[in-house]
């Protein structure tokens, strides 16, 4: 397999570059820069992995113990897959019996048509063998499964917060190219301690935006962020001083990278009684109003991020109004 750069890698693997750095930052994954070429390059070594991963994480293997298979060596891998496979086998023996027993019966209803009290069929000796090692709770199959996730789904709606924005001024800084995410918090990093800006406004807040979004033919996209400031804060170049004007919107706090969680808000805001979203137009390419807000981030611009600091999360924030 040849080369591929990280927009070929996010397109053929339907996975997105923001995640792909984060393998990389994790150390699950490397990627090359070629001296005159702007794009990241993974190599064919580097490609493999990345299937490899993704085919892993399709087994719903968590992220921890794929970088532990991969640190590892044989042993733990197989040590790994043995555990995961013991508890799908006794999930699966279960439903393996229940179909056994519903098959019997079956047989036993249909070959006893003339039964009067055809249910008294379900005290037959061979039904109550087979049912003997069924445990009496919930198995996952897959009624049960929608059941849970729609459980799921309403526990984490709960965590759904309405929260009104007030109008602010912001320091803003563009950037469109490749790692955006990253040139753009740099940026931001340096004008945080540059300007001492935790001990100027220690509730200052940073918000982030795709500008312009990925698109499909393309490597690169834009990123965005919005740092408040004091009204009187003087900005040089190549920030921008802005004018936020505040809004209302359903917040849900993320642990970094699960930014996949936007899904289920956007859903959440498509279900909910009371409140809507708010997009902007769709022929803008920056994420419709949608934000980030990455939390304590003014702090840790200070501080740095000590391996036993303030764990990374994140606020997602969708524009709403009321129905």
């Given at each position: 397999?040849?080369n591929?750069?990280?927009?070929?890698?996010?397109?053929?693997?339907?996975?997105?570059?923001?995640m792909?750095?984060?393998y990389?930052?994790?150390?699950?994954?490397e990627?090359t820069?070629?001296?005159?070429?702007?794009y990241?390059?993974?190599?064919?070594?580097?490609?493999?992995?990345?299937?490899?991963?993704?085919?892993?994480?399709?087994l719903?293997?968590?992220?921890?113990?794929i970088?532990?298979?991969?640190?590892?060596?044989?042993?733990?891998?197989?040590?790994?897959?043995?555990?995961?496979?013991?508890?799908?086998?006794?999930?699966?023996?279960?439903?393996?019996?229940?179909?056994?027993?519903m098959?019997k019966?079956?047989?036993?209803?249909?070959d006893?048509?003339?039964?009067?009290?055809?249910m008294?069929?379900?005290?037959?000796?061979?039904?109550?063998?087979?049912?003997?090692?069924?445990?009496l709770?919930?198995?996952?199959?897959?009624?049960?499964?929608?059941?849970?996730?729609?459980?799921?789904?309403?526990?984490?709606?709960?965590?759904v917060?309405?929260?009104?924005?007030?109008?602010?001024t912001?320091?803003?800084?563009?950037?469109t190219?490749?790692?955006?995410?990253?040139?753009?918090?740099?940026?931001m990093?340096?004008?945080?301690?540059?300007?001492?800006?935790?001990?100027?406004?220690?509730?200052?807040?940073?918000?982030?935006?795709?500008?312009?979004?990925?698109?499909?033919d393309?490597?690169y996209?834009?990123?965005?962020?919005?740092?408040?400031?004091?009204?009187?804060?003087?900005?040089?170049?190549?920030?921008?001083?802005?004018?936020f004007?505040?809004?209302?919107?359903?917040?849900y706090t993320?642990?970094?990278?699960d930014?996949?969680?936007?899904?289920?808000?956007?859903?959440?805001?498509?279900?909910?009684?009371?409140?809507?979203?708010?997009?902007?137009?769709?022929?803008?390419?920056?994420?419709?109003?949608?934000?980030?807000?990455?939390l304590?981030?003014?702090?840790?611009?200070?501080i740095?991020?000590p391996?036993?600091?303030?764990?990374?999360?994140?606020?997602?924030?969708?524009?709403?109004?009321?129905?």
């Open positions: 397999m040849d591929m750069t990280i927009g070929e890698v996010s397109s053929s693997f339907q996975v997105s570059t923001r792909l750095r984060y990389e930052k994790a150390g699950l994954v990627s820069r070629k001296e005159g070429y702007a990241r390059i993974y190599d064919a070594d580097a490609v493999k992995r990345i299937r490899q991963i993704i085919i892993l994480r399709k719903q293997i968590p992220l921890k113990q970088q532990r298979m991969i640190d590892g060596n044989r042993e733990e891998a197989i040590c790994i897959l043995e555990a995961r496979i013991h508890a799908m086998d006794e999930n699966a023996m279960s439903i393996c019996t229940m179909k056994r027993v098959e019966l079956l047989k036993l209803l249909r006893n048509a003339s039964e009067t009290n055809y008294d069929l379900i005290q037959e000796n061979a039904i109550v063998e087979l049912t003997k090692f069924l445990p709770e919930k198995h996952h199959l897959k009624e049960e499964y929608q059941m849970s996730i729609a459980k799921e789904m309403a526990e984490k709606g709960k965590s917060r309405i929260m009104l924005l007030p109008p602010c912001v320091a803003s800084y563009q950037f190219g490749d790692d955006p995410e990253e040139a753009v918090g740099e940026v990093n340096t004008f945080i301690r540059t300007n001492n800006l935790y001990g100027r406004k220690p509730d200052a807040r940073l918000f982030g935006f795709n500008n312009p979004d990925p698109e499909p393309s490597s996209h834009g990123y965005e962020e919005w740092l408040t400031i004091p009204d009187d804060m003087e900005v040089e170049a190549p920030l921008v001083k802005k004018q004007s505040g809004g209302l919107y359903a917040a993320i642990s970094f990278p930014f996949h969680e936007w899904n289920f808000l956007v859903e959440w805001a498509k279900n909910n009684e009371t409140y809507q979203a708010d997009f902007y137009g769709r022929d803008r390419k920056d994420m419709s109003g949608c934000m980030e807000e990455y304590n981030s003014v702090y840790s611009s200070h740095g991020w391996e036993n600091g303030i764990d990374g999360q994140v606020d997602l924030l969708l524009p709403i109004k009321k129905r």
